[in-house]
Protein backbone atom coordinates (compact mmCIF):
# COMPACT_ATOMS: atom_id res chain seq x y z
CA UNK A 1 0.00 0.00 0.00
CA UNK A 2 1.05 3.54 -1.18
CA UNK A 3 -0.15 7.23 -0.85
CA UNK A 4 1.72 10.00 -2.47
CA UNK A 5 0.43 13.31 -1.78
CA UNK A 6 1.50 16.49 -4.12
CA UNK A 7 0.02 19.62 -5.31
CA UNK A 8 1.38 21.87 -2.34
CA UNK A 9 2.37 25.20 -2.94
CA UNK A 10 2.53 28.94 -2.08
CA UNK A 11 -0.06 31.35 -2.86
CA UNK A 12 -1.71 34.20 -1.52
CA UNK A 13 -4.73 34.52 1.09
CA UNK A 14 -7.95 33.80 -1.39
CA UNK A 15 -5.87 31.79 -3.72
CA UNK A 16 -6.34 28.21 -4.70
CA UNK A 17 -4.43 25.22 -4.86
CA UNK A 18 -5.77 21.22 -5.78
CA UNK A 19 -3.97 18.22 -3.74
CA UNK A 20 -3.64 14.83 -5.27
CA UNK A 21 -3.05 11.85 -3.40
CA UNK A 22 -2.02 8.61 -5.82
CA UNK A 23 -2.71 5.24 -4.26
CA UNK A 24 -1.51 1.97 -5.23
CA UNK A 25 -1.64 -1.49 -3.85
CA UNK A 26 -5.54 -1.19 -2.88
CA UNK A 27 -8.54 0.41 -4.36
CA UNK A 28 -9.32 3.64 -2.72
CA UNK A 29 -13.62 3.47 -3.82
CA UNK A 30 -13.37 0.42 -1.52
CA UNK A 31 -12.05 2.18 1.89
CA UNK A 32 -12.53 5.54 3.71
CA UNK A 33 -9.96 7.97 2.82
CA UNK A 34 -9.07 11.01 4.14
CA UNK A 35 -7.08 14.73 4.17
CA UNK A 36 -5.39 15.74 7.41
CA UNK A 37 -3.63 18.75 7.89
CA UNK A 38 -0.79 19.59 10.76
CA UNK A 39 0.56 23.15 10.98
CA UNK A 40 3.93 23.63 13.35
CA UNK A 41 3.67 23.49 16.70
CA UNK A 42 -0.13 21.74 16.48
CA UNK A 43 -1.42 18.85 16.56
CA UNK A 44 -2.47 16.61 13.15
CA UNK A 45 -6.36 17.80 12.88
CA UNK A 46 -9.28 16.36 10.15
CA UNK A 47 -9.72 17.94 7.39
CA UNK A 48 -11.72 15.71 4.35
CA UNK A 49 -12.94 12.68 4.50
CA UNK A 50 -14.76 10.09 2.47
CA UNK A 51 -17.05 7.86 4.58
CA UNK A 52 -18.05 3.99 4.41
CA UNK A 53 -20.80 4.75 2.28
CA UNK A 54 -18.70 6.93 -0.01
CA UNK A 55 -20.30 10.31 1.48
CA UNK A 56 -18.21 13.31 2.12
CA UNK A 57 -17.32 14.99 5.75
CA UNK A 58 -15.57 18.13 5.97
CA UNK A 59 -13.60 20.11 9.15
CA UNK A 60 -16.21 23.10 10.31
CA UNK A 61 -13.14 25.29 9.22
CA UNK A 62 -12.89 24.32 5.99
CA UNK A 63 -16.30 23.44 5.12
CA UNK A 64 -17.65 25.78 2.25
CA UNK A 65 -14.10 26.25 0.97
CA UNK A 66 -12.52 22.74 0.43
CA UNK A 67 -14.32 20.02 -1.70
CA UNK A 68 -12.66 16.09 -1.57
CA UNK A 69 -13.37 14.30 -4.39
CA UNK A 70 -11.77 11.04 -6.48
CA UNK A 71 -11.28 9.49 -9.64
CA UNK A 72 -11.36 5.73 -9.22
CA UNK A 73 -10.10 5.28 -12.55
CA UNK A 74 -6.57 7.31 -11.30
CA UNK A 75 -7.38 5.66 -8.06
CA UNK A 76 -6.85 9.15 -6.94
CA UNK A 77 -8.02 11.27 -4.61
CA UNK A 78 -8.35 15.33 -4.44
CA UNK A 79 -8.73 18.07 -2.47
CA UNK A 80 -9.63 21.40 -4.02
CA UNK A 81 -8.35 24.33 -1.48
CA UNK A 82 -10.32 27.38 -2.37
CA UNK A 83 -10.41 31.17 -1.11
CA UNK A 84 -7.34 30.25 1.10
CA UNK A 85 -6.98 31.65 4.21
CA UNK A 86 -3.44 32.02 6.38
CA UNK A 87 -4.59 29.79 9.25
CA UNK A 88 -4.98 26.83 6.14
CA UNK A 89 -1.13 27.09 6.24
CA UNK A 90 0.27 23.39 7.39
CA UNK A 91 1.56 20.21 5.56
CA UNK A 92 -1.16 17.84 4.37
CA UNK A 93 -1.53 14.69 4.39
CA UNK A 94 -3.66 11.78 2.82
CA UNK A 95 -4.66 8.52 4.70
CA UNK A 96 -6.64 5.22 4.35
CA UNK A 97 -8.21 3.47 6.61
CA UNK A 98 -8.97 -0.63 6.63
CA UNK A 99 -10.92 -0.70 9.28
CA UNK A 100 -14.46 0.80 10.81
CA UNK A 101 -13.50 3.60 12.78
CA UNK A 102 -13.97 7.44 13.38
CA UNK A 103 -13.54 8.86 9.88
CA UNK A 104 -12.52 12.01 11.99
CA UNK A 105 -9.95 10.72 14.10
CA UNK A 106 -6.19 10.26 12.70
CA UNK A 107 -5.52 7.17 15.02
CA UNK A 108 -8.34 4.82 13.46
CA UNK A 109 -6.16 5.75 9.85
CA UNK A 110 -3.64 2.91 8.90
CA UNK A 111 -1.28 4.39 5.64
CA UNK A 112 -0.40 7.67 5.62
CA UNK A 113 1.55 9.21 2.96
CA UNK A 114 3.69 12.31 2.60
CA UNK A 115 2.76 15.37 3.64
CA UNK A 116 2.58 18.35 0.83
CA UNK A 117 3.57 21.68 2.17
CA UNK A 118 0.75 24.46 1.45
CA UNK A 119 1.61 28.05 2.60
CA UNK A 120 -0.43 30.61 2.62
CA UNK A 121 0.71 34.40 3.05
CA UNK A 122 -1.89 37.59 3.68
Known amino acids: VQLQASGGGSVQAGGSLRLSCAAS????????MGWFRQAPGNEREFVAA???????AYADSVKGRFTISRDNAKNTMYLQLSNLRPEDAADYYCAMMRALGNIRDEKDYNYWGRGTLVTVSS
Open 50 to 56: FNWGGRT
Open 25 to 32: GFTIGSHV
